[in-house]
């Protein structure tokens, strides 16, 4: 069982990122994937979702900003993330999507995004 998130960094507002995230074959497969992140002092928060087919939803405060793609092949999940505000900074987690994602256990390794002048 693996999730491991890459890509964060500082960047200045206004700026972009790509998040990647290696999961497993047994997280990835089939399932529905989510972005989450969690800001300091905060819950963690669900950003995006790719369900299986490929259909997307977005947070609405990252909605024309963000989007999310996953190669199946490679079993990664991505996180394309423009115009960048320092509200966005957060560490960013994926996982599988499920209604009850709040309740699951395994989180692996986030990726900390700060976004500052």
């Known amino acids: 069982v693996q999730l491991q998130a890459s890509g964060g960094g500082l960047v200045q507002p206004g700026g972009s990122l790509r998040l990647s995230c290696a999961a497993s074959?047994?997280?990835?497969?089939?399932?529905?994937m989510g972005w989450y992140r969690q800001a300091p002092g905060k819950q963690r928060e669900l950003v995006a979702i790719?369900?299986?087919?490929?259909?997307?939803h977005l947070n609405d405060s990252v909605r024309g900003r963000f989007t999310v793609s996953r190669d199946n092949g490679k079993t990664t999940l991505y996180l394309q993330m423009n115009n960048l505000k320092p509200e966005d900074t957060a560490v960013y987690y994926c996982?599988?999507?499920?209604?009850?994602?709040?309740?699951?256990?395994?989180w692996g390794q986030g990726t900390l995004v700060t976004v500052s002048s």
């Open positions: 996982n599988r999507y499920a209604v009850g994602w709040a309740r699951l256990d395994y």
């Open positions: 074959t047994s997280i990835f497969s089939g399932n529905d």
């Open positions: 790719i369900y299986r087919g490929g259909t997307i």
